[in-house]
């Protein structure tokens, strides 16, 4: 019996030798007297601090949409803005004060965002300024029968600015219900085959 | 020991009113099975399809690839766990060690890797967002391919050092230092083109015109779901991988407090986030692209009925 006792505590040292870490061997056991707050406070302390933290960002972010909100009537805001390296920029070229067209400010580009694109883009599908202007002008001057060009000049003038899916329009539906972030090559794909010469960001 | 053979093993029961956690092997199978299939399918279809063979792919492919690596080897240590519970195994023995060992660099590689990837990932869609005309030139198909063997190669490294000093916890330090970097680094990008997207866009719909109206609806409702996925990109990634690293950072800085213990008994759970995190990625960020889809439907289907070509 002593004999089966004492191979039962060897063993059972044994196995709890086994059980035990590196670091935690000489410690003693964490004693969980006297504890002023609750035992997993840390656990749900993490836990709603993260879910904060993560509610937080998206109002964030949805603040920033609400305040983004565009103003409703302002010709020239577009034009003014300035930003480089896009093509909705500074428009420094002549405007055409009569012009309806949405598109126009976006076609129309400063001559040297022109050169710049010229220098950079190597694939020849671009046509000259003067050509783009022409295609615009005609566009206005048929607009009903060319409804549905312009639809699509304007599905595609919308996906070449679509920077990566922030805007998803419905017209635009050729991008499917892809969001957010996901599918820039594509659009960086379309630009390069397609036609149109839009003051593209390609 | 590892921390990851320490998911397995239970303390000192008796002495702790916070019992470990424990979660049932079915679940973890479970997870293991479901996200090695989903991240096995994305890399076969990047790969099979040429059209995927742009940078952007590849490094949703890696990611996969990561995943995959991850769900096969936690797969197999839950195996393995199973099995020396179940006596067929040896807990000490000198080649289980070794398999465990083996089991953990992976394991590490695996995670660091992914997180590499999210920031290959992050810095690729910054380049095509804000230097779009020169995309083409700067991120080729061949630097896409020297960045992805510099980071696996980086993670194979690390993985290894990190498993022979574990003990050293100067390596601890760097992990969990290295995943808040770059945690911060993916925020920071997103937050950017985010912001930049959004006043683009917001310029579309300043435009004079009758479809302003529908634009600027378009446009809020654009970025409200920009916002949305942003949210959901960002929070899976904190709410999978932060409980884990807040555990190596409690082991580190209190190992005797009973607060910290009660946390450490959650490790199993912390463990499962993990590789939910695996079978997750795939859903945000290779499902979302028509292409990728596309090429499954056409692995899957074709594979039952021959049709396709």
């Known amino acids: 019996m002593s004999a089966f006792h004492n191979r039962s505590q060897t063993s059972a040292r044994r196995s709890d030798y086994v059980w035990q870490y590196e670091y935690y061997d000489d410690e003693e056991p964490v004693s969980f007297e006297g504890l002023k707050a609750h035992r997993y406070s840390i656990v749900i302390g993490f836990w709603v601090g993260l879910a904060v933290f993560v509610i937080f960002m998206f109002f964030v972010l949805t603040l920033l949409t609400k305040t983004g909100a565009p103003h409703q009537e302002n010709p020239d805001s577009a034009e003014k803005r300035h930003r480089p390296g896009s093509c909705l920029v500074d428009i420094d070229g002549p405007q055409d004060e009569n012009d309806k067209a949405f598109s126009r400010p976006l076609l129309s580009e400063s001559r040297s965002y022109f050169h710049f694109y010229i220098n950079e883009e190597d694939r020849g599908q671009r046509k000259l300024k003067p050509e783009e202007k022409t295609a615009v002008k005609q566009q206005e001057s048929f607009n009903r029968p060319r409804e549905e060009n312009k639809a699509e000049r304007e599905n595609d003038l919308f996906s070449h600015f679509n920077i990566p899916n922030f805007v998803n329009l419905e017209q635009s539906s050729n991008l499917g219900e892809e969001d957010l972030l996901y599918e820039p090559s594509v659009i960086l794909e379309r630009q390069a085959h397609s036609q149109d010469t839009h003051c593209d960001i390609h | ?309």
């Open chain 2, 1 to 309: 020991m590892t921390p990851f053979s320490l998911a397995m093993n239970v303390s000192t029961v008796n002495q702790s009113d916070c019992p470990d956690v424990t979660v049932p092997f079915p679940i973890f199978f479970a997870i293991g099975v479901v996200s090695l299939a989903e991240n096995l399918l994305v890399v076969v279809a990047v790969i099979r399809n040429r059209n995927l063979h742009s940078p952007m792919y590849c490094f949703i492919c890696s990611l996969a690839a990561f995943n995959t690596i991850a769900s096969l080897t936690k797969t197999c240590e839950n195996l393995m766990i199973v099995l020396a519970e179940n006596g067929h195994l040896q807990k000490k023995g000198s080649s289980e060690t070794k398999l465990d060992d083996v089991i953990d660099s992976l394991l590490c590689m695996s995670f660091v890797g992914s997180i590499f990837s999210f920031m290959a990932i992050a810095v690729d869609r910054y380049i095509t967002i804000f230097h779009a005309l020169q995309y083409h030139n700067i991120m080729t198909m061949q630097r896409a391919g020297v960045i992805l063997a510099v980071i696996w190669t980086t993670c194979g490294v690390w993985a290894v050092l990190m498993v022979q000093f574990f003990a050293s916890k100067f390596i601890m330090i760097c992990f969990v230092a290295f995943f808040f970097i770059s945690l911060a680094f993916i925020c920071f990008l997103y937050a950017y083109m985010f912001m930049l997207a959004r006043s683009h866009a917001r310029e579309i719909a300043a435009l004079p015109s009758s479809k302003g109206r529908k634009f600027r609806r378009q446009w809020w409702r654009g970025s409200m779901r920009g916002a949305l996925t942003l949210t959901i990109l960002f929070g899976v990634f904190v709410v999978c991988w932060a409980p884990f690293f807040l555990h190596l950072t409690i082991i580190m800085v209190c190992p005797l407090n009973p607060y910290c213990e009660c946390y450490r008994s959650l490790f199993q759970l912390h463990v499962v986030l993990m590789m939910s995190h695996a079978l997750i990625d795939p859903a945000i960020y290779a499902f979302r692209s028509n292409e990728l889809r596309h090429t499954f439907r056409k692995m899957l289907l074709c594979s039952e009925w021959r049709q396709c070509s």
